[in-house]
């Protein structure tokens, strides 16, 4: 059977999280990185919505939501135990991460460009809204346990690294004063796996003639 085809920005934090499960499960994808500029036809095919990651199967079936590319690999492998029995409330951890929080590191993160176009809210407001409303409070749960839910990382860990991390990038030398040595050594310490190594090289965007890039 064909491998699995997954579609891929190498910076976009919800492709990270699918190539991090996808790698971490051992499964094998034929990856395609996309120009957001210049959307390969193939993908607009597969997912008309246009956004990263999709990954198409080797059936014919369509993921077009990272969360759910992340369950998918951890049912076919998941040797750790990603797949905690923490599941609703990990569930709500990542939905917090993937609505209100993305809205406000966005925000934050684009301020600059957004002043131009009569934005109201200086960077400093957004970040500390995101701040109150997710940062202080993984930076909390840290203080007790290494991990999200415990002594190992499982699925809320993976699903939310890639976010804080992009937090964390907008302005490296603030994050590093902020008073939460926990939560940077949570960043510090998935940042520095094998793991998170191997998913972040670069590619030049996919053509419909180039060979085949196994991931």
Partial sequence: MPLPVLYSFCRCPYAIRARLALQYAGIKVALR?????????????????????????????????SID????ALVQADPQGWLSPHGA?????????????????????YANRD????SEKAAAEWRDAAVEMHIAPLARRLQTTPY???EKPVLADMALLPFVRQFAQVDAEWFTDLPYPALRAWLEKLLSTELFASVM???????????VTIF
Avoid at 44 to 64: M, W
Wanted: proline share 8%.
């Fill in 33 to 65: 990185e996309v120009a957001l500029r210049s959307k390969p036809a193939e993908l607009l095919v597969a997912s008309p919505k246009g956004t990263v990651p999709v990954l198409q199967l080797s059936n014919g079936e369509v993921l077009e939501e």
């Fill in 89 to 109: 409330a990990g569930d709500d951890l990542i939905a917090l991460n993937d609505g209100p929080f993305k809205v406000l590191l966005d925000r934050y993160k």
């Fill in 115 to 118: 002043a131009g176009r009569g």
């Fill in 148 to 150: 999200l839910f415990g």
């Fill in 201 to 211: 090289d670069k590619r030049a965007p996919w053509k419909a003639t180039d060979p």
């Fill in 69 to 72: 590319i992340m369950r998918w």
